[in-house]
């Protein structure tokens, strides 16, 4: 049989035929699988309901939840119309909020509820920097204004300090300020908050019971009496178990998404500027 027999036989025009009212129908007949399906089940509406409490304390009236159903239905339309037509296609948008839910899921990939006590001391024990309390120092201070020469400064602060160390009080010397005239037990780094840093750190090296000064901070200059002084120190894991579970979580969380990151980058052929890259994957 040639060519021009085959061409007219009427079984090659049917398949044809059937060919193209195939590929016609696949474009133009309804999809059949679940993606023009919107179905709200009653656990996402009660998750709906929970969001809403969270925000307002309070669990929504008919007519607000029949509005968080309606605004979620009115989301999936948008979306899965955006995405029929491409417009999720390099989004810097789209891509941070799947890249945060993907990071998210890896953080919480394993997740352990609750450290035991021998973790929380491993990690106290590795990570002492972060838990370790400052010095603490309890004082008095005299302030004498910066506005004053300082001579002046010089003469009122050295009369004051012979008053000061006979047993005088303090209250008898000085000038008005809105610092306090004493702080109790308070870390150095708040005293250096407060005071400066150059003002904390004279401080932790003068002797205990003296009037000392005048020292400087940015507001003037002052006379101190050290009363008690404490130095850094490791509370026990019961007084700062807050702090510790909360500090291992974080790390625990970023371990699993760099491990899981790990895993899936393995899955992928990195070209940078035409060249493989090795060596990239954090």
Not at 154 to 163: D, V
């Given at each position: 049989m040639n060519v021009r027999n085959i061409v007219r036989e009427p079984t090659l025009h049917f398949l044809l035929i059937g060919i193209f009212l195939f590929l016609l129908y696949g474009r133009v007949a309804p999809e059949s699988d679940d993606s023009r399906t919107i179905e709200v089940s009653q656990a996402r509406i009660d998750a709906l309901s929970q969001q809403f409490q969270a925000v307002w304390s309070r669990p929504p009236t008919e007519p607000e939840l029949r509005g968080i159903i309606d605004a979620f239905v009115r989301d999936e339309v948008l979306y899965r119309e955006g995405v029929a037509m491409g417009l999720d296609g390099d989004d810097p948008v789209i891509k941070r909020r799947v890249r945060q839910k993907m990071e998210v899921m890896s953080e919480e990939s394993g997740a352990q509820l609750t450290p035991t006590d021998a973790e929380l001391s491993d990690y106290l024990a590795k990570n002492p920097d972060k838990f370790r309390r400052p010095p603490l120092l309890s004082f008095e201070q005299v302030f004498f204004s910066g506005n004053a020469t300082v001579a002046d400064?010089?003469?009122?602060?050295?009369?004051?300090?012979?008053?000061?160390?006979?047993?005088?009080?303090?209250?008898?010397?000085?000038?008005?300020?809105?610092?306090?005239?004493?702080?109790?037990?308070?870390?150095?780094?708040?005293?250096?908050?407060d005071f400066g840093e150059t003002f904390a750190d004279q401080l932790a090296q003068l002797p205990l019971n003296v009037w000392q000064g005048p020292i400087r901070s940015g507001f003037g200059a002052h006379l101190v009496r050290i009363a008690k002084r404490e130095p850094a120190a490791m509370p026990p894991l019961a007084e700062i178990r807050t702090a510790v579970i909360r500090e291992w979580e974080n790390e625990r969380r970023e371990r699993n998404r760099a491990e899981s990151y790990r895993a899936m980058a393995k899955n992928y052929r990195i070209v940078i500027d035409g060249k493989t890259a090795s060596g990239v994957v954090p």
């Open positions: 400064i010089e003469a009122q602060s050295q009369q004051a300090l012979a008053g000061l160390n006979r047993g005088e009080p303090a209250s008898a010397f000085g000038q008005p300020t809105m610092l306090p005239g004493g702080v109790n037990n308070q870390p150095l780094d708040l005293v250096a908050r």
